[in-house]
């Protein structure tokens, strides 16, 4: 009853950037924190960002500076802008979401996925 749908990505060349957008439909009765992941052929699923509904952001190390993650309560999305992107940066990322969902059993916290939404950033 509750999707996340991902948007934005798509190829870019290094030095570019892009910015992704998460908007989570369905019986959604509350957020708590947003977040994005991402996984690279090869590569274990990493924590790109995350935000709290508060307003309280983490990057990974590796994107500080970089990226920027913003979400908007009211429209229950989550944005993640990434500038001066590399190569390294080449994956495919996913929305993450830790929310409340309103369901015929009661009010049920669980954590839902994305689909993924491909980047890759060109040499």
């Known amino acids: 009853q509750v999707q996340l749908v991902e948007s934005g990505g798509g190829l870019v060349q290094a030095g570019g950037s892009l910015r992704l957008s998460c908007a989570a439909s369905?019986?959604?009765?509350?957020?708590?924190?947003m977040g994005w992941y991402r996984q690279a052929p090869g590569k274990q699923r990493e924590l790109v960002a995350g935000?709290?509904?508060?307003?309280?952001?983490n990057y990974a190390d590796s994107v500080k500076g970089r990226f920027t993650i913003s979400r908007d309560n009211a429209k229950n999305t989550v944005s993640l802008q990434m500038n001066s992107l590399n190569p390294e940066d080449t994956a495919v990322y996913y929305c993450n979401a830790d929310l409340v969902a309103a369901t015929a059993l009661g009010e049920y916290r669980n954590t839902y996925w994305g689909q993924g939404t491909q980047v890759t950033v060109s040499s």
């Open positions: 935000i709290s509904k508060g307003g309280r952001t």
């Open positions: 369905g019986s959604v009765f509350s957020i708590n924190t």
